[in-house]
């Protein structure tokens, strides 16, 4: 079993939906939570990272974090075309000292 | 800020010849720089951990004699591809970790794509 767990979509939306894309994982020693957007032939971007279980809001982007259910989501608001590109999300634990990664979403958010 | 380079950005080689990815952050010092694969719709592979001045530690399954990892100052690592062949080719990505920041955050280079013919 995967410690993370990511579908990997497709997801395709008109552009102004809102997005929700989520991970689960298994390591309960995990204590960041990050989303990373990697547009296509390029390097990851961190979004947003979360300590711990929580809400963290930028912008248009919302991460929550419910460490209970072991799940994580990210919420993209009027999502817009310039958003398309594959979402990973990564987590961190002060014990493995490594990001692991989910396997990505890529998403396409069609004008 | 924050800013890491890869060079070069693609490389086409033939078959048995090696090739040195170079990877720089440019505004800030990285005690630890990573090294990942990435395969076509896939995610990050972490190949290898590499720290200042000291030997780089690899991942289960990767052949360290095969991918040379050299961490030589704190703005600088390389990756050596040694005796290249075609299932070697994929997009090979860099991070690292600012010695002045929080122990989970990594800056991700661009990436460098390698063709093996």
């Known amino acids: 079993q995967k410690e993370v767990e990511q579908d990997p979509g497709p997801l395709s939306v008109p552009e102004g939906a809102i997005v929700s894309l989520n991970c689960t994982y298994s390591n309960s020693a995990f204590q960041y939570f990050m989303w990373y957007r990697q547009y296509s032939r390029k390097g990851p971007e961190l979004l947003m990272y979360?300590?711990?279980?929580g809400n963290k809001e930028d912008g248009r982007f919302t991460a929550q974090v419910d460490k209970s259910s072991k799940y994580i989501s990210l919420f993209i608001r009027d999502s817009q075309p310039s958003d398309s590109a594959t979402y990973l999300c990564a987590m961190y634990s002060r014990r493995g000292s490594r990001l692991t990664f989910g396997e990505g979403t890529q998403l396409t958010v069609n004008p | 800020g924050a800013v890491v380079s890869q060079h070069p950005s693609w490389v086409i080689c033939k078959s048995g010849t090696s090739v040195k990815i170079e990877c720089r952050s440019l505004d800030f010092q990285a005690t630890t720089m990573f090294w990942y694969r990435q395969f076509p719709k896939q995610s990050l592979m972490l190949m290898a951990t590499s720290n200042e001045g000291s030997k780089a530690t690899y991942e289960q399954g990767v052949e360290k004699d095969k991918f040379l990892i050299n961490h030589a100052s704190l703005t600088l690592s390389t990756l050596t591809v040694t005796s290249a062949h075609p299932e070697d080719s994929s997009f090979y990505i860099c991070?690292?970790?600012?010695?002045?920041?929080?122990?989970?955050?990594?800056?991700f280079g661009p990436g460098t794509r390698l063709t093996v013919t």
């Open positions: 991070s690292a970790r600012d010695r002045e920041g929080s122990p989970y955050e990594q800056y």
């Open positions: 979360t300590y711990s279980s």
